[in-house]
């Protein structure tokens, strides 16, 4: 076990996340502590380069299988992936993309699966270090200029940190993106179905399969064995 402390990380980072913080943070500015929210997106940067893969999960997770099947998933990759990351279980972007989604609307942008695109969900990731260091693209893509411009043609406002920021990386370019299946991130929050998105909401969070990871995301009770 090797422990990290996390202003040690927090520095090293802020200099590479800084400019998109504003995009995809909470608070009206970018904050020092923030930074830690876009952990996964700079990993391969702060990381010592003999460590080629790291799974990067959520606290809210209950495991149904041993998670070392999950490094399995690695192997399935397609050539130019960096990440794996399972979709987004609610309307969530659908919402988030609504100016968008309205100047075009035959976009698939914020539509559900299988089809659409409904966006990531950050809770389980399997970030492929190497490959992430090897990406002229993935890297070209965390450039200040390249985030503003990104933002400005999706009108995107984030909250959520680095799934924000993958969210809107995969609009552009999902060959970025190895999709895991839902089972492997399987969302139990219900937010947005009480919050306009009712008609909906079911085509986002139907999951079939057994499941190998919950997310207790936004505070929702886990299942008991």
Known sequence: VIVHDVNELTEKLFPIVEAMQKHFSAGSGTYYSDSIFFLSVAMHRIMPKEITQIIQVDLDLKYKTNIRDL????????????????????????????QYRRENPQT???????????????????????????????????????????????????????????????????ELFHVLDCTWNRQLCTWWRDHGYSDVFDQYFQCEGEVKIYHGNCNTPIPED
């Open 71 to 98: 490094f399995d998933e690695f192997d399935n990759f397609p050539e130019g992936a960096v990440i794996g990351i399972a979709r987004e279980m609610q309307p969530v972007y659908r919402h988030t993309f609504w």
């Open 108 to 174: 698939k942008v914020g539509d559900p699966p299988p089809d659409g695109l409904p966006g990531f969900n950050s809770g389980v990731l399997l970030l492929n270090l190497e490959a992430m260091r090897q990406s002229k693209l993935y890297n070209q893509l965390l450039e200040p200029a390249t985030v503003q411009k990104l933002t400005e043609k999706y009108h995107f406002k984030g909250h959520l940190g680095d799934q924000d920021f993958f969210t809107m990386v995969g609009m552009e370019h999902p």
